[in-house]
Antibody
């Protein structure tokens, strides 16, 4: 059974940084692209970033480009999202999702709140 | 601001058929496959339809998807109370070089 478990969310001040992690199990992690998708309170889904199975290719939404960095450790079966220069509008539940497009499995999400 | 447009709401009585539209452009729906996600209240999204019209294992055949040109649609037949949820279309966008979600449609069972 595929399992994705996000962690690392919390309250951070504007301009601060946070690193999210997603521990994956139940599938051959290195064979799949992985992505981060977020959902602001009461709002719709927004794709944030994606990475290829090898980690060699990365993709970002314009709203986070230059501030967020996606990476993965295929030995630890873990996906990361390093977030810097955080803004109030980055407040959201961040989901880890399996796939490059067409996300067959999702984690439960981790809440990031950017507020002073 | 999403590049895929959906109606904000749709509704129907139990047993009825509901259709949700998703309008895009040549850089997304027009050149890539469409996926649909269902998000029940308070839960993570779930893949409902992939590659325009394919159902993952476990998804009832009451759910069907189609695509024509730069638009797609999701149909729910034999509407049930447990179908009350938010539904999102999505596709890769070649111009943005990223994945885009629709604005979302809230389905209510009357």
């Amino acid at each position: 059974e595929v399992q994705l478990l996000e962690s690392g969310g919390g309250l951070v001040q504007p301009g601060g940084s946070l690193r999210l992690s997603c521990a994956a199990s139940g599938f051959t992690f290195s064979s799949y692209g992985m992505s981060w998708v977020r959902q602001a309170p009461g709002k719709g889904l927004e794709w944030v970033s994606g990475v290829s199975g090898s980690g060699g290719s990365t993709y970002y939404a314009d709203s986070v480009k230059g501030r967020f960095t996606i990476s993965r450790d295929n030995f630890k079966n873990t996906l990361y999202l390093q977030m810097t220069s955080l803004r109030a509008e980055d407040t959201a539940v961040y989901y880890c999702a399996k796939g490059s497009s067409g996300y067959s499995s999702w984690g439960r999400g981790t809440l990031v709140t950017v507020s002073s | 601001q999403s590049v895929l447009t959906q109606p904000p709401s749709a509704s129907g009585a139990p047993g009825q058929r509901v259709t949700i539209s998703c309008s895009g452009s040549s850089s997304n729906i027009g050149s890539n496959s469409v996926n649909w996600y269902q998000q029940l209240p308070g839960t993570a999204p779930k893949l409902l339809i992939y590659s325009n019209n394919q159902r993952p294992s476990g998804v009832p055949d009451r759910f069907s998807g189609s695509k024509s040109g730069t638009s797609a649609s999701l149909a729910i037949s034999g509407l049930q109370s447990e179908d009350e949820a938010d539904y999102y279309c999505a596709a890769w966008d070649d111009s943005l070089n990223g994945y885009v979600f629709g604005t979302g449609t809230k389905v209510t069972v009357l």
